[in-house]
């Protein structure tokens, strides 16, 4: 079997939010149809977003349902951090020391979907 192409899908109910959340902090672009978004970095599809009128946020970290989350691996942490707040994105669990040499902090996007900021 040869996949030719792999989209990772968000549910949610509120498609401009959630595509727009996407589109920002990956550097990238919204194309969007009634019920499905598609978020394209450098022109490639690297997202999508399906319209879920009763999407159930996750409830982090032992809620359910639990679902899938992203880790973004930056070379500027601090920069990242602000633009995904900017966004708006919610802290879901700080990181224990912001001066480690290597550590993660988990937020949520607008839809509620969980994902980490990472460095080192």
Same mark, same amino acid.
């Given at each position: ?19 727009? +959340? ?7 672009? *919204?194309?969007?149809? #009634?019920? /499905? %978004? ?10 999508? *977003? ?8 996750? #409830?982090?970290? #032992? ?12 070379? #500027?942490?601090?920069?990242? %951090? ?21 550590? +993660?902090? *988990? ?5 509620? %979907?969980?994902?980490?900021?990472? /460095?080192?």
């Amino acid at each position: 079997m040869k996949i030719k192409r792999q989209i990772i899908a968000f549910d949610a109910a509120d498609l401009a939010a959630e595509s727009s +959340f996407w589109a920002g902090l990956l550097g990238g672009t *919204v194309q969007a149809d #009634d019920d /499905w %978004h598609s978020v394209l970095v450098d022109g490639e599809e690297r997202l999508g *977003v399906q319209l879920a009128p009763n999407h159930v946020p996750p #409830d982090w970290p #032992d809620g359910t349902p639990q679902q899938i989350h992203l880790d973004l691996h930056v070379d #500027d942490f601090k920069a990242a %951090h602000e633009k995904a707040i900017s966004l708006g994105a919610r802290l879901l669990k700080p990181a224990r020391d912001l001066e480690a040499a290597e550590g +993660f902090q *988990v937020y949520a996007d607008p839809a509620g %979907h969980p994902f980490c900021l990472c /460095w080192g």
